[in-house]
């Protein structure tokens, strides 16, 4: 959940800045930054990460339900709408149409996601919580049987606390985890956001854990995103809880807080995988407070990173650039990789990054990004990127949607705020 202007949503909950968020990047054969010798850094980072990019031997097993496979596709309201009035019925029965006619369904989204203040500020007498009639007047079991008649899923959003984010105090799921997992279950829920306001200082484990366990009582499939901003380090415990959790603060549509988020998260990249996913929060492509160009490097950016991708603009105003961006294929085509690995940071130099994300079929995804406020020439090679040698690499531009061949070098002129994206292939026997 994010802030509201009047509202205190987090208990001024700090970003986490310090630990894993500070520490080096977990990749082999990382040029360091210039002032730190030999070891590799996020900026303003201080403290090392395993190199071998494999899974601590302590953590929790990921959940063997079989879900979220590939990082969670969708939509959620709140970046655009908030607790506004247009969160409503006809949006979200609006958003499931655009899915089919603007071809995003075709694309990969599959979920659309109730976020706070769909419900009334009291339980009923039998303790179950009730829709808020002038939002939803047909009930919530109604736009969900909507959003299921055109092949969609659909998601709903509660606080592990005695109440959600919002001033207004919706109802919360602290100490009523079984009730509330059978409403969901019962209206048909594929995905449940809990948040973490009003958590009256209980365990966060000892919170999440029993969601998860009410979830699984009730026998229906659910999704379940731990929305904890990282507080506890989620990435250490919650695989065996939920299927992806928040490792950040929440994202604002800002140029500042996309940058600032994505080096959070990626530090992480040892910890996500099929079933088990970082989660840098929702995207802000479209709501307008970033150009076009910053808007491609947010989504490259969230699927090298094997992000969840949940739309947060409201497709109903949505630009012809912004269905653009949302339903590129070739770029979807790296979150939703099989082998769900998050991209490591192969070289950072004075703002200019080189990400490097391994494919399922043995190619390398590689991203160029320019932090800089002007253009930068940034380069690489398929050996360095993980390829093996070859005298010819297929180099496809997936925002140009066109391929070229290379010896091996991968090289770009990149604008300020922009990321190039190449998918590398290396071809046996020449072209």
């Not at 500042?256 to 996500?272: C, E, R």
Request: net charge negative.
């Amino acid at each position: 959940m994010r802030v509201h202007i009047h509202t205190i949503r987090r208990r001024n909950h700090p970003r986490i800045v310090g630990a894993l968020f500070a520490a080096l990047l977990c990749t082999a054969g990382v040029t360091a930054l210039p002032a730190l010798a030999s070891t590799p850094h996020v900026p303003g980072a201080a403290g090392p990460v395993p190199t071998s990019g494999t899974v601590d031997a302590g953590r929790a097993p990921w959940l063997p339900d079989g879900l979220a496979k590939t990082p969670p596709m969708g939509f959620n309201n709140w970046n655009s709408t908030h607790c506004r009035a247009e969160f409503n019925e006809d949006m979200v029965k609006g958003i499931a149409d655009l899915f089919l006619s603007k071809g995003l369904k075709d694309a990969g989204y599959r979920y659309v996601n109730l976020d706070d203040c769909w419900a009334r500020p009291e339980r009923d007498g039998n303790g179950k919580l009730v829709p808020d009639p002038r939002r939803f007047p047909h009930g919530i079991k109604a736009v969900a049987d909507y959003v299921h008649a055109r092949g969609l899923k659909f998601g709903i959003y509660t606080s592990a606390g005695t109440k959600t984010c919002d001033t207004d105090g919706f109802p919360g799921g602290l100490g009523h985890e079984r009730s509330d997992a059978r409403q969901f279950a019962d209206w048909g829920v594929d995905y449940l956001k809990y948040d973490n306001c009003n958590n009256q200082g209980v365990d966060a484990k000892q919170r999440y854990r029993a969601m998860r366990d009410a979830l699984k009582a009730t026998g229906r499939p659910i999704v379940y995103s731990i929305c904890e901003w990282g507080e506890n380090k989620p990435w250490e415990w919650a695989s065996d809880a939920g299927h992806l959790w928040r490792t950040t603060g929440d994202i604002s549509d800002s140029w500042s807080s996309m940058l600032d988020t994505v080096k959070q998260n990626l530090p992480l990249a040892q910890y996500a995988g099929p079933g088990h996913w970082n989660d840098p929060d929702m995207l802000e492509v479209g709501n307008g407070g970033m150009t076009d160009t910053e808007y491609r490097s947010h989504f490259s950016l969230w699927s090298m990173m094997s992000a969840p991708l949940l739309i947060g603009s409201d497709l109903r105003k949505a630009t012809p650039e912004t269905f653009e961006i949302l339903a590129n294929n070739d770029v979807i085509a790296l979150d939703q990789d099989p082998l769900g690995k998050q991209a490591t940071v192969l070289k950072f130099e004075s703002g200019r990054w080189t990400l490097v994300k391994q494919l399922a079929d043995g190619a390398r995804a590689v991203a160029l990004f320019n932090e800089t406020d002007e253009p930068q020439q940034i380069s690489t090679t398929a050996q360095d990127a993980g390829l093996p040698q070859a005298d010819d690499y297929r180099l496809r531009d997936l925002w140009q949607h066109h391929d070229t061949h290379t010896t091996g070098t991968i090289s770009a002129t990149v604008p300020a705020h922009g990321t190039a994206v190449y998918r590398v292939t290396a071809l046996k026997g020449g072209s």
